[in-house]
């Protein structure tokens, strides 16, 4: 009876302790899943906007990364970006409450963007920026992918005070693209120029483009200007003009 009662104690101590290791393993998956997903949210965010800095002068700026946190599920991720130090994202998971973490690196972050802002070639030496009084806003962007990249269609967003404008054409190129009256926030419009078509614009990698934006009219006062192109995949290339709210 004595030996029962010690292999019972045995066992009963046994249980619990093991009950607490596995939760060991099971927490660590789940920190390496919310860093995982911190990879995928840095990607969209590289592909999104990382091109653009806090200010009107950030361009390629991908380092507003550093130290950004989410919440996911029950824990959070947290990066580490310094373009200067090596290009190399660092997300790090950990449950809520616990000191464990998991950590995903990822080498040659930058690659991840598609499109991005690139210094206009000529004068005046910056991107973007407005051209012919405040009537037209020009840009320059660059396939960063290696295949190409096929738009066909865009949205516009912005604020102004004043008389409402409406943008009257696109220019990708030097080609048109687009020609009509488009309101802010008038949601997606596909490409109607040239009239005998094709009605979409092939990006080639590598290659720089300006962008021309054409209101009917000079905008007064025009901040928040957003841009997307589309491609018929469902693909978005967001461009924000004047991501510091303070006009081009």
Sequence with gaps: MLLMVTIGYVFSYLIPTKQKSVRFPIYSNQAF??????????????????????????IFDLNRLNGISRTLGNGTFTFAYNNTLGDILTSTGQITGLSENRVVRLSNFSPFLRLVFVTSPIPPYQNPYWSTGTSRARFYIRNVRNTNVILNAFSASWTQTGTVRQISRVYIGGTEKFNGSYSSGSGVVNFNRPAAGPFTYTLNPGTVYLVEIRWNNNVTNGRNIIITFYTAAGDSYTFNLDSAGNGL
């Design 33 to 58: 899943n919310i860093a995982q997903s911190g990879v995928e949210f840095a990607v969209r965010y590289a592909s999104d906007q990382g091109w653009r800095g806090a200010t009107d002068g950030g």
